[in-house]
């Protein structure tokens, strides 16, 4: 129900939780996404670090899409985090997804930055992700840099501020 308390768990390859946010309440969900907004979510880390978001969130969930994404509504305007992720599933309050490191950083005025190369290079081989795995990541990570550039959902910042309409409003 809209304005539900999420719960999102991250895992790693290996089914290891990698991070969990708390503090997520339900904006919309359909038969493609979910969709999560946050003031200041709460954050704990697989090392038990724990940490509160600095700025509020909109965060889109794909569920038949290999990729997720933190869109923060910052002063400057909207930044997208996007995880290259497996599609996400939703059971009783809790999204889930398994984090395959390769990431995107992109500014208010779509500059893109990939993150972690390195991490999914070394994660590849001690979590002994297969080749077909390799290949459905890469065709993705390629795929979800055309959205970005192309703007299309959830890439849209008119799409997003709706979206962050819908929950500052949220009952």
Known sequence: MIGEEMVIVAFKHNGLVHRTWYQTFLIEENDEYIAVGSTHAFVIEADDRKWHAIEPAVSIFMKK??????????????????????????????????DYDLDFKVD????????????????????????????????????????????????????????????????
Do not use: Q
Request: one cysteine or more.
């Open 65 to 98: 899409k290999w990729f997720n994404v933190v869109c923060m509504m910052k002063p400057s305007g909207i930044n997208y985090y996007v995880n290259i992720a497996s599609p996400s599933l939703v059971e009783n309050n809790v999204i889930k997804y398994i």
């Open 108 to 171: 208010d005025i779509y500059m893109i930055k990939t993150l972690d190369e390195f991490e999914y290079k070394r994660h590849k081989e001690t979590l002994k992700y297969s080749s077909e795995l390799d290949e459905v990541i890469k065709y993705n990570f390629k795929k979800v840099k055309n959205m970005i550039i192309k703007h299309e959902f959830p890439f849209s910042h008119e799409d997003v501020e709706n979206l962050y309409k819908k929950f500052l409003n949220r009952s």
